[in-house]
């Protein structure tokens, strides 16, 4: 890695340790879920990592079949992996979370339904990039996958208003303002920071890797072609 992401993900590897020892050091006991609660943290910090991850992957997407830039297709492809990565973790902790409180790791809720779709569908974006054959076609078509599946992340995010769910109802963006004490406000706030650093690092690692993967395939295309 070069030196400004070294540095990176030092930063992020120590923002994760300090929003850890926030969340079961410094955040009140929930009254009502007690520790389970705890879980929240992480889990709605991954849900909007996941977001920012599929939103790259729009964008990448848009610029592709505007202007076919390789780094654009390549930004798109590396924020699907961590953006898949983010959503399995979601999904985890929130069946996790729902065991004790619902008596069920899972509900077909629309929340958690959604959510289960959004997976799949970067999933299967995911698996078009792999079985394709490498090239301008495969790209475009990917392209119009992950433009198409970023449709379902605003009906992941409204789900909880659009419907009646188990799901509880969002604690930050409540009418009024957020519904949690300001310990647990500041120690979310950290943990979503800490989890959208990693997000950053993760993405830009992987764009590192795939852009000398490239390099070196193509250096390895013109020895062959000499």
């Not at 300001?182 to 830009?204: K, S």
């Amino acid at each position: 890695m070069t030196r400004p992401l070294s540095i990176a993900a030092a930063l992020a590897t120590l923002a994760m340790a300090g929003a850890g020892a926030m969340i079961f050091l410094y955040a009140p006991r929930d009254a009502l879920e007690g520790e389970p609660q705890r879980i929240f943290y992480l889990h709605v910090s991954a849900a909007i990592a996941a977001y920012v991850a599929f939103a790259l992957v729009l964008a990448g997407g848009v610029v592709y079949l505007w202007s076919e830039s390789a780094a654009a297709d390549r930004l798109a492809r590396v924020s699907a992996e961590v953006g898949l990565l983010f959503t399995t973790i979601t999904l985890v902790m929130g069946s996790l979370w729902a065991k004790p409180i619902w008596g069920a790791y899972w509900t077909w809720d629309a929340r958690l339904t959604s959510t289960l779709v959004l997976w799949m569908m970067y999933a299967a974006y995911l698996l078009v990039r792999r079985i394709a054959a490498p090239g301008r076609q495969a790209a475009r078509f990917a392209a119009v996958v992950g433009i198409i599946a970023f449709i379902d992340v605003p009906i992941v995010h409204f789900s909880v208003d659009w419907w009646r769910t188990q799901h509880p109802q969002s604690v930050i963006n409540a009418p009024g303002g957020p519904a949690l004490p300001p310990e647990m406000l500041v120690t979310f706030a950290v943990t979503a920071l800490a989890v959208l650093l990693l997000t950053g690092v993760l993405i830009a690692v992987r764009y590192r890797i795939e852009a000398l993967r490239e390099q070196v395939a193509g250096l390895v295309e013109e020895a062959e072609a000499a």
